[in-house]
């Protein structure tokens, strides 16, 4: 059973930072690509990053103050959240796809989800 589980969310201030992690279990990471999601109230689901071993992908949005990692010792995706504005306020969400795809963004391709660890940016 894959089971994806995020922490790391909380409340900071605009140009703060935090850092997200995500533990899974039940799944082999070289046959997967991993990628971070967000949804904010009353939007879709978006993409803002994606690992693997070979590539890492972001979203224009996020580009130059995230930054998205990986290590398969311990099964942990992270995301490293700089320069923090209050549109980054969201809920984010770890995801897993599998065929591995290292040019993987679209929502509906990814069958593993975790629940959800939210970001809130004050203004």
């Known amino acids: 059973q894959v089971q994806l589980v995020e922490s790391g969310g909380g409340l900071v201030q605009t140009g703060g930072s935090l850092r997200l992690s995500c533990v899974s279990s039940g799944l082999r990471y070289s046959h997967y690509t991993m990628a971070w999601f967000r949804q904010a109230p009353g939007k879709e689901r978006e993409f803002v990053a994606s690992w693997s071993s070979s590539s890492t992908n972001y979203a224009d949005s996020v580009k130059g103050r995230f930054t998205i990692s990986g290590d398969y010792t311990i099964y942990t995706v992270s995301l490293e959240m700089n320069s923090l504005k209050p549109e980054d306020t969201a809920v984010y969400y770890c995801?897993?796809?599998?065929?591995?795809?290292?040019?993987?963004?679209?929502?509906?391709?990814?069958?593993?989800w975790g629940k959800g660890t939210l970001v809130t940016v004050s203004s």
């Open positions: 995801a897993a796809h599998s065929p591995y795809d290292p040019t993987a963004r679209d929502v509906h391709g990814f069958q593993y």
